[in-house]
């Protein structure tokens, strides 16, 4: 009877912890790619806003067609980057257009809420 107890828990451990192990690490990952991403976003929007700004551009694009997925510190960044556009002279404004994809209901939901906040300066294009 130990015996059988002993198998049926090897095989249940066999079975279950590499699944906790692979997920662990995804989880890991993700967080990993989550705490850096909005950074890398910032000083993205951050250089783009300065190009923009130095060369009088008139209008950003920002393609989000084949993202399928962005969290709410990504958001965070495009709403902080809006605002700074707001706060500039508004000669000195330029547009933003987002090239969405019809079939991310997140990003026509997301994009709609950014078109509020400066609708203005913000565009949708599906």
């Not at 279950?16 to 000083?43: G, H, T, W």
């Not at 250089?47 to 990504?74: P, T, Y």
């Not at 809006?82 to 994809?101: G, H, P, W």
Request: glycine content about 2%.
């Amino acid at each position: 009877m130990i015996k059988l107890l002993i198998a049926i828990a090897a095989a249940f451990a066999g079975t279950y912890l590499p699944n906790v192990f692979v997920e662990n690490l995804v989880q890991k990952r993700q967080q990993a790619i989550s705490l850096v991403f909005p950074d890398a976003l910032d000083m993205l929007l951050d250089r783009i806003h300065a190009e923009s700004r130095r060369l009088g551009i008139k209008e950003v694009q920002i393609d989000l067609r084949q993202l399928e997925f962005m969290n709410s510190s990504c958001f965070k960044s495009f709403v902080s980057w809006i605002t700074n556009i707001q706060e500039m002279d508004a000669d000195r404004q330029y547009k933003v257009t987002f090239l969405s994809n019809p079939n991310m209901h997140w990003q026509k939901r997301s994009l709609h809420a950014l078109s509020c906040l400066a609708n203005e300066i913000v565009t949708i294009n599906s």
